[in-house]
């Protein structure tokens, strides 16, 4: 393999440093959990009994044996998911799994599981970011049972990753296996998909058109095949190490998903027994840093500029949107997926996969080679791929030349040189851009600025015919003290139809795009958010904005009175539109304690002695809302 590349060196090394005492922190807490000793040693034998009155007279004779591994699964089983349906059945394939080789397992817990796919333009996706801190504290709820020698964490979906992710972390000094579930097959090409929803969004076909157009697209269990949040999770644990090697997108109603998915609960259970592989010790700075790597050279989705940073806290790892800016800099486009692409992820899979990815960034010195994961020392592992050989499940290396460079090319051939996720920043304050399908004329905007507080309302313009110009569409007010950061990705139809019309867009918000985000250039994540001190809340119609892309700028240009203006405020109707019936009121302290996007968007980790609230947020300037929270 060649040497580190020297700017993964430099990041690494930066991050080492910045880390060095919360990590430290981190793996004392950990040290001091492992050493107390296993959790069925110290429970009383009431406790004991209490844990396992519901199993087997088998399972309560293995358990009686103080020296057999007991798994917990964590579970984000439901069947509003396509993508989690399948998860119905591997608690069952799990327990038969683990009883061949000496051990048990139990559902120690089940987190909420929100589809994104369902609450998208509702009023339920305001509670879809605070969803994985809640996940993490479901996780933790689960596992503090101490009962449990090693733990599998079943989730796949957007919010649901990460929070298991961190929620696990908690519990370090254990074992951890993620298990996915894997992609539904193909439907309907994403072209077409794409060409129906911009038709319905010009009225020129009728919502049944634009039904059956979405049910040929998803259409059975498994992960949505578009390469956003969920699948972008899925290749992230593989090249974190917390996969079984090349598992995230073989489909779930298969016999190879569940021999990998019975594979992966005797590898937890191996783990427990030699004492290695400890999730504390799996993930660190060098595995977070090729996890980033992994999301920038397959053109991954932006929510994972704020997950990451709050998965990486949660290990007392430190990143910000620099680190992610310079590592993207030097990381070469390998993948074009779905919306970067025309192909899906199952035709990714076909093409080589995550093995031929992971391949290809080791020998190109892209990512740290000498890593831990769930499989052993070193990332060489997940060269392999998994195939079933007479009813056995075998490891095969996976292929080292792409099977469709239209899909997957080699480190010396790339897409581009340079990764899909960018820094913008300027007197607007700091934000991302995915500009992997994005096309280069296309990637710097200058024009008056179309100032929105509501995704409605902005459509209601486009309907109307207002945004027929070059502009560039702001919509504030959606960060997650506001309400919560939603995804906005309904607005994207209309502002593609605009850019196909020969106007140059763009779109600059304070909330996210999801990981569907595609061909418009969106400055997203906007940090302060308005409602935190943001400028953006300083913005007026009209104002000339510049966003470029290539330079990293967000700026306004001949607004010099920016800063001294009065900022906007909330409308009390759009303040309290959503409130009520959609669960929002049960958030309202999650959403004055949250920390700003580029800290992670978070409410897990606590604030420094004396301090009330997060740095450079001040009081929400919208009293309704204070009032409607309480």
């Known amino acids: 393999m060649a040497n580190l590349h020297p700017v993964v060196a430099e990041v690494t090394a930066r991050i080492v440093e910045r880390s060095r005492a919360t990590r430290a922190d981190y793996i004392r807490r950990m040290d001091a959990a492992r050493d107390s000793g296993a959790g069925r040693a110290k429970l009383s034998c009431a406790n004991w009994a209490h844990a396992f009155a519901g199993q087997t007279i088998a399972d309560k004779l293995t358990a009686m044996d103080g020296s057999k ?63 994985r801190d809640l996940i993490a504290m479901s996780a933790g709820i689960a596992l503090t049972h101490d009962a449990f020698d090693t733990v599998m964490a079943l989730g796949v979906c957007d919010k649901i990753v990460p929070g298991l992710f961190i929620g696990t972390l908690a519990f370090g000094h254990l074992p951890v296996v993620f298990a996915p579930a894997g992609p539904m097959p193909s439907g309907i090409p994403n072209a077409e998909k794409a060409r129906v929803r911009a038709l319905y969004a010009q009225g020129q076909v009728d919502r049944q058109t634009l039904l059956d157009s979405e049910i040929g697209s998803y259409h059975s269990p498994g992960t949505c095949t578009f ?76 929510n994972h500029a704020i997950h990451l940073v709050a998965m990486a806290r949660a290990a007392g790892v430190l990143i910000d949107w620099t680190d992610m800016d310079q590592l993207s800099s030097v990381t070469p486009l390998l993948a074009r997926v779905y919306p970067n692409g025309s192909a899906d992820v199952n035709a990714f899979q076909a093409a080589g996969g995550v093995a031929f990815v992971a391949r290809e960034l080791a020998n190109a010195g892209h990512i740290h080679s000498d890593v831990t994961t769930v499989m052993g020392r070193g990332i060489h592992h997940y060269f392999q791929e998994p195939i079933l050989q007479d009813g ?145 809340a300083n913005i007026r119609d009209g104002d000339i904005i510049r966003l470029d892309a290539e330079a990293g700028v967000l700026t306004t240009v001949d607004v010099t009175d920016l800063a001294d203006r009065t900022p906007a405020v909330r409308s009390p109707h759009h303040a309290e539109g959503s409130t009520w019936g959609y669960g929002r009121e049960l958030f309202g302290a999650f959403r004055h304690v949250v ?36």
């Open 595 to 630: 920390s700003t996007a580029e800290e992670g968007a978070s409410v897990c980790f606590g604030l420094p002695p004396g301090q009330t609230d997060h740095k450079d947020t001040p009081p929400d300037n919208n009293v309704n809302d204070r009032a409607v929270d309480a």
């Open 227 to 302: 390469y956003g949040t969920a699948n972008s999770n899925q290749m992230m644990m593989e090249l974190g190490g917390l996969h079984l090697p090349s598992t995230a997108f073989v489909h779930p109603e298969t016999g190879l998903r569940d021999a990998l998915t019975a594979a992966a609960a005797k590898r937890a259970v191996e783990l427990a027994r030699s004492g290695e592989g400890r999730m504390a010790d799996v993930i660190d700075e060098k595995s977070i840093v090729n996890m980033i790597v992994a999301l920038l050279a397959t053109g991954g989705s932006t």
């Open 69 to 131: 591994p007991n798994v917990g699964i964590v579970t984000a089983y439901n069947d509003m998911l396509s993508a989690h349906q399948p998860f119905e059945r591997f608690p069952a394939v799990i327990r038969d799994a683990v009883r061949t080789v000496g051990a048990t397992a139990q559902v120690a817990g089940g987190t909420p599981a929100m589809c994104d796919g369902v609450t998208q333009g509702r009023p339920g996706m305001e509670l879809s970011l605070f969803s």
């Open 392 to 536: 056995k499940l075998v490891w095969k290396d996976g292929v080292t030349d792409s099977l469709d460079t239209d899909i997957l090319r080699p480190a010396s051939d790339p897409f581009d040189r340079e990764g899909g996720l960018r820094l913008v920043q300027g007197d607007l304050g700091r934000a991302v851009i995915k500009i992997s399908a994005v096309k280069p004329e296309n990637r710097i905007v200058q024009a008056p600025a179309a100032v929105f507080e509501t995704q409605e309302d902005a459509l209601q313009a486009f309907k109307d015919g207002k945004l027929n110009r070059d502009v560039i569409v702001v919509l504030r007010f959606q960060g997650p003290r506001a309400n919560g950061m939603p995804e906005l990705h309904s607005l994207s139809p209309a502002l593609g139809i605009l850019q196909d019309k020969g106007f140059k867009v763009a779109f600059v918000t304070d909330g996210r795009m999801s990981g569907a985000s595609g061909k418009t250039p969106s400055a997203i994540h906007v940090s302060p958010e308005a409602l935190a001190g943001g400028l953006i």
